[in-house]
């Protein structure tokens, strides 16, 4: 009985972690995405949930290497093809939440990681802009079931008249995968988490985060890859 009921758990958990890449376009109450243009924004407050944004500003991702691919897809890869990344964050205050997909197509099949940054002020508090030696960074923390996202902008290039319809970002993209745990999962998003293994803060400060102390991020996390060209009033839906 012992043995059934063990790998009847690790099938659970290898369902639940298969979520990190899905190619469903409803949320898991079945809430459709919009098509009249407006914003897509999960409604609900667990990381993961509702994958299919069709929003946001996406550009190519250049991955640091195939070993880190590999390692944050958890399985290995041979020669991924198309590889992009999807910002699509609303202003909350003087934060920034909403969602991030990184998709690509291996062996003609595609997939998509979905990462989501809380929905309010208080949830998406460190996702913010600030200065760094005089050029403007904004740093986003996202979170799935199996790990983190950071997302690093520490590039603006102002197209026009100052307005945010006609800057361009370039940056980084960093991953912490959480590894196999079966510690229960807190109540709350992994970047309020200051204990055991789904702490996912970078530049910590006490039990929080100043997101402002460097531009990239430390405690674990690696360079997925680098972007450009973004265009910040679509990814940011003109609330810069």
Not at 46 to 63: E, N, Q, R, T
Not at 76 to 83: A, E, G, R, T, V
Request: net charge neutral; hydrophobic share 35%.
């Amino acid at each position: 009985m012992g043995n059934k009921l063990l790998l009847i758990t690790l099938a659970a958990l290898a369902v639940s972690c298969a979520k990190k890449e899905s190619t469903n376009n409803q949320g898991s109450t079945g809430q459709p995405i919009p098509t009249d243009g407006s914003v897509y924004t999960p409604n609900q407050v667990a990381p993961g949930y509702d994958p299919g944004s069709a929003y946001g500003s996406a550009v190519p991702l250049k991955i640091s290497s195939l070993s880190t691919m590999s390692e944050y897809t958890g399985r290995p890869m041979y020669n991924p093809q198309d590889i992009q990344v999807n910002l699509n964050v609303v202003r909350y205050g003087e934060s920034f939440g909403g969602t991030l997909k990184i998709t690509y197509v291996d062996f003609g099949q595609s997939h998509q990681g979905f990462f989501t940054a809380g929905h309010s002020a208080e949830e998406s508090r460190y996702n913010v802009w600030f200065q760094s030696n005089g050029k403007d960074v904004w740093h986003g923390f996202f979170e799935d079931y199996i790990g983190a996202v950071i997302v690093v902008i520490d590039g603006v290039t102002d197209l026009g008249d100052g307005g945010s319809k006609n800057k361009l970002a370039s940056g980084s993209v960093w991953f912490k995968n959480f590894g196999v745990t079966y510690a229960p999962r807190p109540p709350s998003w992994c970047w309020f988490v200051s204990l055991g293994p789904y702490d996912c803060r970078a530049w910590k400060d006490g039990k929080g985060v100043n997101s402002t102390q460097a531009v990239n991020p430390d405690n674990g996390y690696k360079k997925l890859g680098t972007f450009s060209d973004m265009d910040l009033g679509v990814a940011f839906n003109g609330g810069l």
